[in-house]
């Protein structure tokens, strides 16, 4: 369990870092502007929602017909960032091997 919170806090940081080198600074707003922003910008609505740490909420973004995303935390002050985006997305819907199992 140990190693899994270590890696997670390893992708965590790798993702602040990559929001440093994909927009120079990290862009917030408030949600609001930020979810109007993608949605009338890119199309993008919600697909998936996770916690980051204790305190933020990482949330992904996707247009299915575009293939564009975006990967935005929201912090306890109501900020929201953008962290990551790209294109090429594409939903995947596939189990997972059972754990000890070799992929």
Same mark, same amino acid.
């Given at each position: 369990m140990n190693q899994m919170m270590f890696a997670l806090s390893l992708g965590i940081g790798g993702m602040i870092a990559a929001s440093d080198i994909a927009y120079g600074t990290p862009q917030c707003d408030t949600r609001d502007r930020v979810l109007a922003f993608l949605a009338d910008r890119y199309g993008e609505t919600r697909q998936?929602?996770? @916690?980051? /740490? =204790?305190? !933020?909420?990482?949330? @992904?973004? !996707?247009? =299915?017909?575009? /293939?564009?995303?975006?990967?935005?935390?929201? @912090?306890?002050?109501?900020?929201?960032? @953008?962290? !990551?985006?790209?294109?090429?997305?594409?939903?995947?819907?596939?189990?997972?091997?059972?754990?000890?199992?070799?992929?």
């Open positions: 998936s929602v996770g @916690l980051a /740490g =204790e305190a !933020a909420v990482m949330e @992904l973004f !996707a247009a =299915e017909d575009t /293939g564009t995303w975006t990967i935005t935390m929201t @912090l306890p002050d109501g900020q929201m960032c @953008l962290v !990551a985006s790209g294109a090429g997305y594409e939903v995947v819907t596939e189990e997972l091997p059972a754990r000890g199992q070799k992929v």
